[in-house]
């Protein structure tokens, strides 16, 4: 039986039971940054609106697995959360290599990047087109939110640029907002189950012309939403 045939026959009753949430923090393995390009996203519109929070939807699984394969059975996911890369450029192979660079708690170097997905701005990975990466593939846990819970059932969102200077482009926003929906459908996500860096910890990722507003509705609204500046 398939990966995705096993998937979709087992993910609802995995996410019903998943009812209390590890605490593991999560590492990963390293990512090449030429993937051929995706497949079209899908646009999961249709079935939003009857969609119950909390119920996941077959059909949408099957498109999120058509879009971006996996190689191992799908984690029963609770969160999506969103970071800026915090620079101008950058791609699925530069966020590799300098994650490379860290060291996690116990002093031993990340295996790679931290994120699932990596959305690019144009300069390094093409403006709103939607990477997957080594973590989404593999079904491993994130190395990116900072909290147990979120690393180990969250899907690590990074879109490229510095959000403190200037706000995401209309194609990053775009993709963000598809991506996410089709993510919510998939999972039964409700909208408080997207959530920002900051929203977890201290930090300023990802920025403060990013609004949440934009992608998952006027509840996570900013006082920079549409990209005016402060």
């Known amino acids: 039986m398939s990966i995705v045939s096993r998937t ?17 923090l999560g590492s990963g393995a390293a990512e090449e940054d030429r993937p051929s390009p995706p497949p079209p996203l899908p646009t999961a519109t249709a079935q939003a609106p009857s969609l119950p929070a909390g ?11 058509a879009a971006w394969p996996v190689e191992r ?64 593939r593999e079904q491993s846990e994130g190395a990116h939110a900072g909290v147990p819970d979120f690393n180990q059932w969250g899907i690590g969102i990074c879109l490229v640029g ?34 920002r860096h900051g929203d977890l910890k201290a930090t300023a990722c990802p920025g403060a012309y990013f609004s949440l507003a934009e992608i998952v509705g006027e509840r996570h609204d900013s006082p920079h939403a549409g990209g005016e500046p402060p």
């Open 73 to 136: 059975e799908v984690r029963p996911w609770k969160y999506v959360v969103f970071h800026h890369s915090a620079t101008e450029s950058g791609s699925v192979a530069s966020l590799d290599a300098a994650h490379r660079q860290r060291l996690d708690a116990e002093g031993r170097p990340w295996r790679g990047i931290g994120y699932h997905f990596v959305i690019g701005n144009g300069h390094g990975l093409g403006d709103g087109t939607i990477a997957a990466t080594f973590r989404w």
């Open 162 to 195: 510095d959000f403190e200077q200037a706000p995401p482009t209309r194609r990053q926003v775009a993709a963000s907002r598809r991506l996410v929906r089709l993510l919510q459908q998939a999972f039964g996500l409700r909208d408080q189950d997207v959530c």
């Open 55 to 65: 119920e996941p939807s077959r059909t949408a699984l099957r498109s999120l697995l």
């Open 8 to 24: 979709l026959r087992t993910i609802p009753g995995r996410l019903a039971a998943c009812g209390v949430l590890s605490a593991a």
